[in-house]
């Protein structure tokens, strides 16, 4: 690893940790930091217990027979009390394994709930980040792939707490205590063998880890990208069907299954020589401060019993050293998954409401496009200084050939965007001034697509106004003329609609998204292209059903299809993002210009298409 990349990987990595510590010492939480103090000295009193059990284990055994060993100097019992003496050392030796015990249990119980409690609010607080951003993002990111990092980065929060508060630092803070018992009770040398055997594992498993990174990234990527394609194909489904592409969709699926496989097999490769050579480190360390015991014991200098200490520290000391690599390669891999989670915060939200934005005071519903210009990219300008109003109480209609800017008037109207030039203004307030959510309350819109929640009916309606009564929920479903249909169905109002609202017809879908429309109480109607995805006579009812909906409210239509039109206040007719036309159906017509064109194509193409049915 270079240089450059070993010092990018720490960053990122202190970056992580730097931003998960607010959620673990949350401001104005006092409980939950207590409970942090308390899980640090149950911690502490947990591994001193820990490193006690080896002394009272090797003072028994010089008890029973009958040496004085530095055990049992340390505990400063005489050496003529062996008749009672190896009684009270077992109790200690119990009593010692049982405290380990009983506060490691004691440190995981307190520390809990500020686990659980970080995991929760990291995970809504990236998840409210998400909802803020424009939807210039979530255009350019796969919606599965989003779901994937906040689902590996609450789960890599879990267990980065878990190995790092209740493994490493336990370790460490019993390495640390069990080198200065060593020194204290035989000599330097079996402090020193001890350390350098632990320092060159650890340094080595770091290496060899960081090295193997590689391999876990690669199958993550390809972990993800099986994952987005996998969604984004089942999503598709009638698609895929309709063009008889399974084949097609299995070999992408698998291509990235492939590659997944083959990370799998290098990173598996390389942990079994990250293991052998772990075990030999250990072996080395371990056989060498056996030695240097044996020689004490042959010397005279030292006894069985601290033969037996030393055995026993070495031996818990490496047990879970010999974790050592996978809680690594754990802590390392949740450090990348939370610094991925909480890159999306770092995000640009790019609409944003002011700091001294107040609340939309909608009364009348006057909106007014005061030469606005705007590109998704500023190389294509999509709109060039587009100017009119929609008077309180009139309906408008946007018309034009695809491509004209006419459904990103619909998206700069609920300001998912912001125009690169000119204003927009509801009831003589500036939207870029006022709050994004009384400005989303005061429109209603029935787009193209209607998308459902895989929920209940009444979910779906009841989402334009959650708090409303079940009476306001079954009174605007009344209004949009689908209440009977719901009743007559076996599981009523909570039938599911399926993903993506799937198990109804386009003109049910559509009668829920009104019905969802009339609940929320809107000032302003937003009918994006409603109906240009109906057959005729469902377009007929439904356009009967929005005409009767927007009667008296201020309505902006934006349609594909003229005759959905006719009866408009103002049409206004797009291309290439300047209006080129302006009036009355009528007046239009008159004008015999590019909405009489336009006019003449439509109908030409319906008289055809009546031709082919009656044949």
């Not at 019993?174 to 020194?183: D, G, H, M, P, Q």
């Amino acid at each position: 690893m270079s240089d450059n990349s070993a010092a990018g990987s720490v960053s990122r990595d202190w970056n992580a940790v730097r931003s998960l510590a607010p959620y673990l010492w949350p401001k104005g939480q006092t409980g939950m930091r207590v409970r942090v103090v308390l899980a640090l000295i149950t911690l502490v009193l947990a591994k001193v217990a820990t490193v006690y059990i080896p002394v009272f284990y090797g003072g028994a055994v010089d008890a029973l027979t009958g040496e004085s060993g530095q055990a049992e100097a340390l505990l400063g019992e005489p050496a003529n009390l062996a008749i009672y003496l190896p009684v009270g050392l077992i109790l200690a030796y119990g009593i010692a394994r049982v405290l380990s015990l009983a506060f490691a249990q004691l440190r995981d119980a307190i520390f809990a709930k500020v686990a659980q409690h970080a995991i929760r609010s990291a995970a809504l607080n990236v998840f409210r980040h998400l909802h803020r951003l424009a939807l210039r993002f979530h255009l350019e990111r796969q919606t599965g792939g989003l779901n994937r990092i906040i689902e590996r980065g609450t789960k890599a929060i879990e267990s980065l707490l878990s190995f790092m508060l209740f493994n490493i630092l336990p370790t460490v803070l019993e390495i640390v205590l069990v080198a200065v018992i060593l020194w204290s009770l035989f000599d330097f040398w079996f402090a020193f063998v001890t350390m350098v055997t632990v320092v060159g594992y650890i340094a080595f498993t770091m290496i060899v880890t960081e090295w193997r990174l590689k391999f876990r990234r690669a199958m993550n990527e390809s972990d993800q990208d099986a994952n987005t394609k996998a969604i984004d194909s089942l999503l598709n489904y009638e698609t895929v069907k309709y063009f008889g592409n399974e084949d097609h969709e299995a070999d992408r699926f698998d291509k990235s299954l492939v590659r997944y496989q083959r990370a799998a097999v290098r990173s598996q490769e390389s942990l079994s020589m990250l293991n052998v050579g772990q075990a030999v480190i250990i072996a080395i360390g371990l056989t060498l401060v056996m030695y240097m015991a044996g020689r004490g014991i042959v010397a005279g200098t030292m006894s069985v019993g601290d033969f037996v200490v030393v055995n026993t520290y070495l031996m818990q000391l490496y047990q879970p050293l010999n974790f050592f690599g996978f809680v690594y390669r754990t802590i390392k891999q949740s450090l990348v998954d939370i610094h991925a989670m909480f890159t999306l915060l770092d995000q640009e939200r790019e609409i944003e409401d002011a700091s001294d934005a107040q609340p939309l005071r909608a009364t009348d519903g006057h909106v007014q496009f005061q030469d606005v210009a705007f590109g998704y990219d500023a190389r294509r300008p999509i709109l060039k200084g587009i100017s009119f109003e929609v008077l309180p109480g009139r309906k408008v209609a946007i018309v034009g050939p695809t491509g004209a800017g006419k459904s990103t008037i619909s998206r700069l109207l609920f300001r998912f965007y912001d125009p690169n030039a000119g204003r927009i203004l509801i009831d003589g307030q500036d939207i870029q001034t006022v709050q994004q959510q009384s400005l989303r309350a005061a429109i209603g819109i029935v787009p193209q697509d209607t998308v459902l929640f895989n929920d209940t009916i009444y979910y779906n309606i009841a989402y334009g106004r959650p708090n409303a009564t079940r009476a306001e929920i079954e009174e605007a479903a009344r209004m949009a003329r689908i209440h009977d249909f719901v009743e007559g169905l076996p599981d009523g109002y909570e039938t599911t609609v399926g993903e993506r609202g799937l198990k109804l017809s386009g003109g049910e879908k559509q009668r829920v998204a009104i019905a969802r429309t009339i609940l929320k109480q809107p000032c302003i109607l937003l009918f994006d292209e409603a109906t240009s995805a109906l057959d005729t006579n469902t377009e007929r009812e439904i356009q009967a059903n929005l005409s009767e909906v927007s009667s008296g409210r201020t309505t902006l239509v934006i349609a594909h299809r003229l005759s959905t039109v006719i009866d408009a206040d103002e049409i206004i007719v797009l291309d290439a993002g300047r209006i080129v036309e302006r009036g009355r159906h009528a007046d239009l017509l008159a004008m015999d210009g590019a909405y009489a064109a336009l006019w003449r194509q439509q109908q030409e193409a319906r008289e055809a298409a009546a031709d082919a049915a009656a044949e």
